[in-house]
């Protein structure tokens, strides 16, 4: 029986014994940014090219919706580096690195924990260069009584397909500016509020930065990439509601594996 072809074998291994090396000196749950800088100075020892923080530019419907930074750009491409101090590396860390694969197009990628007891080391070759899975909407039955059920759908399909292309793993604003294009897209008008005017007993007392997206004039979108939206962001949605004179909110979370989406009602 063939054994199979290891992507990169050699400059792996030299690799890895450099990541063995930093965590044998340094042990761990140190910052993140030690283990960065040592992880770079250990390779060029090496010969290896290596450039932190690559940036790279997230593409979305062939429109910019934002820039990424990758922790360690290898070999101009054969190989990208992750670096966690986590107590293990979880699912998540994968969806994640599997995401920055697809955006830049890289061989391989190698996620090294350096949060644990021991060196945690996972290999990821590229192999969704080789998948070209569609994105295929299939909604959940909504209410009969729920407000804007047709612009309702049409959002949660825009929201999931951003989820679909992207993956988890990015930044706020890469999403936000994502889906603002698929809603161009879809035809749906909406406004990028960035600012609102706060008022008590009709005196003007000042303003308060936000980046929420009102859609149609009747449903106000928040779009996060946390751990957890918590109950607070709930109370801040209905606020907002309250103020803009909506009744109906959306809170969607791009952090995970699967996108999370509460809706907030505002009763007043």
């Not at 190698?110 to 192999?127: T, V, W, Y």
Request: net charge positive; hydrophobic share 40%; charged share 20%.
């Amino acid at each position: 029986m063939m054994k199979p072809n290891i992507i990169h074998k050699e400059l792996s291994y030299i690799v890895q014994g450099v990541l063995f090396q930093v965590y044998n000196q340094l042990g761990p749950k140190l910052p993140e940014k030690l283990y960065q800088k040592a992880v770079s100075y250990g390779l060029i020892e090496q010969g290896i090219t290596c450039k932190s923080e690559k940036q790279f530019e997230v593409i979305y419907r062939s429109e910019s919706s934002g820039t990424y930074y990758i922790d360690h750009w290898i070999e101009n491409g054969k190989l990208v580096l992750e670096l966690k101090v986590k107590p293990e590396i979880m699912p998540i860390h994968k969806a994640q690195t599997i995401s920055y694969l697809k955006l830049s197009n890289a061989d391989l990628a190698i996620i090294a924990n350096f949060g644990a007891k021991s060196l945690q080391i996972q290999r990821l070759p590229n192999f969704i260069r080789e998948k070209t899975t569609d994105f295929q909407w299939q909604p959940k039955p909504l209410s009969t009584d729920i407000l804007y059920p047709t612009l309702t759908d049409t959002i949660l399909k825009a929201l999931h397909r951003v989820h679909f292309i992207l993956g988890p793993g990015f930044i706020h604003r890469v999403y936000r500016r994502a889906m603002m294009i698929e809603l161009q897209q879809q035809g749906i008008g909406y406004e990028h509020i960035r600012k609102i005017d706060y008022y008590f007993n009709n005196q003007f007392i000042g303003q308060q930065k936000t980046q929420i997206i009102k859609l149609e004039n009747k449903i106000l979108l928040g779009i996060f990439a946390l751990r957890v939206i918590d109950d607070t962001m709930n109370i801040v949605m209905k606020a907002r509601l309250k103020h803009l004179g909506l009744k109906v909110g959306i809170l969607a979370n791009f952090y995970g594996e699967q996108l999370v989406v509460k809706r907030v009602l505002n009763a007043g």
